[in-house]
């Protein structure tokens, strides 16, 4: 049987465990689970089902986050953030909920492009390390897990993001960190206060290397 969407959070323990057992969590604070802003919430809960979408109107849950009512609210683990909503206003609707929650959903590797771009410059996290890579390569997925399994080990330092080099709109970054696409797959680390960053062209991918380079940057 599917999991129904959002799943009902009824106590403070229910949504505390919820929000833990996910990358990204998302939860509609709602004193009428009933009200037409909790329906637009479960429709967006619809349309993004790989993001775990969770639903209170318990007055408890309400008071321990901190939230009124007809609040949205998205935790994401990679920085310990979290992000409102209002939709008090009354043209929040599935669309630009949606919208907020593509935005905002950081996880231990986020794949860079425009909509995702917006989490990634207010993110809390000054260290960035980029994977620039050819999504379409055979390679790719061996070197995701890779690349992931060390994003593990920096949770909460440095933004671990995927740059795929096929795309039009990231020729930019790879110019910017004055790369040919023969020279790729790359790393690149980026302190974003001060800009300052340095770049790696690996033969390949491992965690060993990967960890080698965070730490010397770090330094």
């Known amino acids: 049987?599917?999991?129904?969407?959002?799943?009902?959070?009824?106590?403070?323990?229910?949504a505390e465990a919820f929000i833990s057992g996910a990358e990204v969590a998302v939860i509609g604070f709602f004193q009428d689970p009933q009200s037409p802003e909790a329906e637009q919430f479960r429709l967006a809960a619809g349309q993004?089902?790989?993001?775990?979408?969770?639903?209170?109107?318990?007055?408890?849950v309400l008071s321990h986050y901190g939230a009124s009512a007809n609040t949205v609210a998205l935790f994401?683990?990679?920085?310990?953030?979290?992000?409102?909503?209002?939709?008090?206003?009354?043209?929040?609707d599935a669309k630009k909920l949606t919208r907020f929650v593509r935005m905002n959903e950081l996880?231990?590797?986020?794949?860079?492009?425009?909509?995702?771009?917006v989490g990634v410059m207010q993110s809390s996290?000054?260290?960035?390390l980029l994977l620039i890579t050819d999504k379409m390569s055979p390679k790719h997925p061996e070197r995701m897990r890779k690349f992931r399994a060390a994003?593990?080990?920096?949770?909460?330092?440095?933004?671990?993001?995927?740059?795929?080099?096929?795309?039009?709109?990231?020729?930019?970054?790879?110019?910017?960190?004055?790369?040919?696409?023969?020279?790729?797959?790359a790393l690149a680390?980026?302190?974003?206060?001060?800009?300052?960053?340095?770049?790696?062209?690996?033969?390949?991918?491992?965690?060993?290397r990967v960890q080698d380079f965070c730490n010397r940057f770090l330094q």
């Open 125 to 128: 996290l000054e260290f960035n």
């Open 48 to 60: 993004i089902p790989e993001v775990s979408f969770g639903l209170s109107s318990s007055a408890a």
């Open 76 to 92: 994401r683990r990679v920085d310990n953030d979290r992000r409102d909503l209002d939709m008090n206003n009354r043209d929040v």
């Open 107 to 117: 996880r231990l590797v986020t794949e860079y492009d425009p909509v995702t771009a």
């Open 151 to 185: 994003a593990e080990l920096y949770k909460g330092k440095i933004l671990f993001i995927l740059l795929d080099s096929n795309l039009e709109s990231n020729e930019r970054v790879v110019s910017y960190f004055q790369l040919k696409k023969s020279q790729l797959p």
């Open 189 to 208: 680390i980026f302190h974003t206060p001060d800009d300052e960053h340095d770049v790696l062209t690996p033969d390949e991918i491992s965690i060993e």
């Open 1 to 14: 049987s599917t999991t129904e969407k959002p799943i009902l959070l009824n106590n403070v323990a229910d």
